[in-house]
DNA sequence: TGTACATCAGTGAACGCGCGTTCACTGATGTAC
DNA sequence: TGTACATCAGTGAACGCGCGTTCACTGATGTAC
């Protein structure tokens, strides 16, 4: 919706977006280490070298390709999280992390460019680390404002203190700054990343085949071990879970 | 130790030795897509159609690293597990997960190889799946000997059942029974199934590069998180935890 | 122990393919007077 | 409104590279008599 005055302008935005959709749609098939300037050219009838008119390199277009898809991601996250009741905290927990999973489901190989095996001779540039941190962001959101409600209890195991306390809380306490969880205790902080790299396992491991033949319904025992995360962190409110 | 008789059978079973050497090291500085015949050849001092004396194909040499890959993080998995007292069923736990991290990040090309994204064009074949299975069912032997010992309670939360319940019961009853499980309740299998996902989680989300400049200390960070999934899955045995 | 033959590791050339990137160019679009 | 010039999208050829795989071959190693 950007003003966009004379026809080369426009023509120069839509050539853009082909190129882009192209090179999504070759990355759904082949994967990103596949990804050739010269197949996107040819599929849009142009020149390899026309291509050049719109991204540098080869390396620039991965490079907007994953900024996009850590934006879709991320705009689906909030999205989901936006439409439940602020203060079901619980709810809104389930709702990012359902949004995650379906989102991977339905672009495996996007979901792959962004938290599978690195591209190689591929590296990320600065760019790629603000989009790529929204949807941990958004979990972190959660567990703080839940927290602030009086919505997250601590664990009653805080008898026992966990291996490596030291060494660990220093990494905490400053991801609890960065992410603005100030006041929340270190116990839920773990908790938290315990839940976070929890959800993005389970997607990885059903999306690259770790669970062939062993779980035909990854989707229902995705829920669940979503609903244990939510209890380990904390959540209290008992708004009814979404199906 | 196998019998080799001849001249010719001593050669051949050490350059195949050495092409899968220098594959694995190829693999580790250039990943697996970018894995080539003509370059380990090169590397060797021989014709790229020399290769194929040895192996039938490129898909070929990178399926038996694959194997091998599993086994060589299977082995390490085991003898840690082996090390430790059959019936400290916490300290096993950890002492499994460890030695997955550990491997992991002593060879993260070849851990990208195994969980990370799929190689395009690649098509693992069957043999594959048994070697790719030896951690899975070396967490759940330890779940399931610590149920039978008694040494794993029952999660109290009964109360509140967890969604898609009924769906998700089918594929861990029959997870249970291939993984010689039977006994253990369904709560538990679930738990199993969750932290088995966490670790696998963090290792990947820590080698492929999703932590940088906010976790700096991940050992430590995947102890107290692998603490935390041996408490949810229910270990009562209270030895001693490594550091 | 020696010879004749079979096996098989390794060579070198070739096929056919694709890739990223550069560069001098044509010709259409935009702009300033 | 019309002309002169600047901008820039797209072309086509080329450079230099690498890849997997096949094939007829040489020559060393192994085996049977």
């Known amino acids: 919706?950007?003003?966009?005055?004379?026809?080369?302008?426009?023509?120069?935005?839509?050539?853009?977006?082909?190129?882009?959709?192209?090179?999504?749609?070759?990355?759904?098939?082949?994967?990103?280490?596949?990804?050739?300037?010269?197949?996107?050219?040819?599929?849009?009838?142009?020149?390899?070298?026309?291509?050049?008119?719109?991204?540098?390199?080869?390396?620039?277009?991965?490079?907007?390709?994953?900024?996009?898809?850590?934006?879709?991601?991320?705009?689906?996250?909030?999205?989901?999280?936006?439409?439940?009741?602020?203060?079901?905290?619980?709810?809104?927990?389930?709702?990012?992390?359902?949004?995650?999973?379906?989102?991977?489901?339905?672009h495996p190989h996007e979901y792959a460019l962004l938290y599978g095996s690195p591209v190689p001779g591929y590296r990320a540039p600065r760019d790629t680390a603000g989009p790529g941190v929204r949807v941990a962001a958004r979990l972190a959101l959660i567990v703080g404002a839940g927290w602030r409600a009086g919505q997250i209890v601590p664990p009653s195991e805080q008898a026992a203190p966990l291996p490596c306390a030291d060494r660990a809380e220093v990494d905490l306490r400053r991801l609890a700054e960065t992410l603005d969880l100030g006041d929340v205790p270190v116990e839920i902080l773990v908790r938290t990343v315990v839940a976070w790299s929890q959800m993005f396992g389970f997607v990885s491991l059903e999306l690259f085949g770790q669970m062939a033949n062993a779980i035909n319904d990854p989707e229902a025992v995705f829920e669940q071990t979503t609903e244990i995360m939510a209890r380990m962190v904390g959540f209290t409110d008992d708004a009814p879970t979404p199906t």
């Not at 120069?12 to 996107?40: D, F, N, P, Y």
């Open 1 to 106: 919706v950007t003003a966009i005055r004379t026809a080369r302008e426009l023509a120069r935005a839509e050539l853009t977006k082909q190129i882009k959709e192209t090179a999504r749609r070759h990355l759904a098939t082949s994967g990103a280490a596949a990804l050739s300037l010269r197949a996107v050219a040819r599929e849009l009838g142009m020149t390899s070298s026309a291509v050049y008119r719109y991204f540098a390199s080869r390396d620039d277009l991965l490079t907007v390709l994953i900024i996009e898809a850590y934006d879709a991601l991320g705009d689906r996250a909030e999205q989901a999280d936006d439409a439940v009741a602020p203060s079901a905290f619980r709810h809104r927990w389930h709702a990012v992390c359902g949004a995650v999973r379906e989102w991977a489901v339905a």
